[in-house]
């Protein structure tokens, strides 16, 4: 099982950035999905999830601004990043609980991709 993030990038305060995540391997469900991010020298923090039933979750710092969605025929998930703030600089990550033929997998992690804020 492997989780692929991209599209991260350097965008100016006040744009925006699609994150896409997809899953490959040998998958027979995928549950909870979400994104991470994580700046040096601090903690990887929580910034969405989705379960399998579209109820979402949101960082109270990104509400109103980022929206976590998925597409589970083509295995992916996408966080949508409007209005940037020089404060969303980091290291974007996903994450998802997956059953695959070699069983429970919770808790998968991507390499993350790197968005940068600045003008």
């Known amino acids: 099982v492997q989780l692929q993030a991209y599209g991260g990038g350097l965008v100016q305060p006040g744009g925006s950035l699609r994150l896409f995540c997809v899953v490959s391997?040998?998958?027979?469900?995928?549950?909870?999905m979400g994104w991470y991010r994580q700046v040096p020298g601090k903690q990887r923090e929580l910034v969405a999830t989705?379960?399998?039933?579209?109820?979402?979750t949101y960082a109270d710092s990104v509400k109103g601004r980022f929206t976590i969605s998925r597409d589970d025929d083509k295995k992916m998930v996408y966080l949508q990043m409007n209005d940037l703030i020089p404060e969303d600089t980091a290291v974007y990550y996903c994450?998802?609980?997956?059953?695959?033929?070699?069983?429970?997998?919770?808790?998968?992690w991507g390499q993350g991709t790197l968005v940068t804020v600045s003008s």
């Open positions: 989705i379960t399998k039933i579209f109820i979402t």
């Open positions: 994450n998802a609980d997956i059953w695959s033929k070699a069983g429970y997998q919770p808790n998968c």
């Open positions: 391997g040998s998958i027979l469900s995928i549950g909870r």
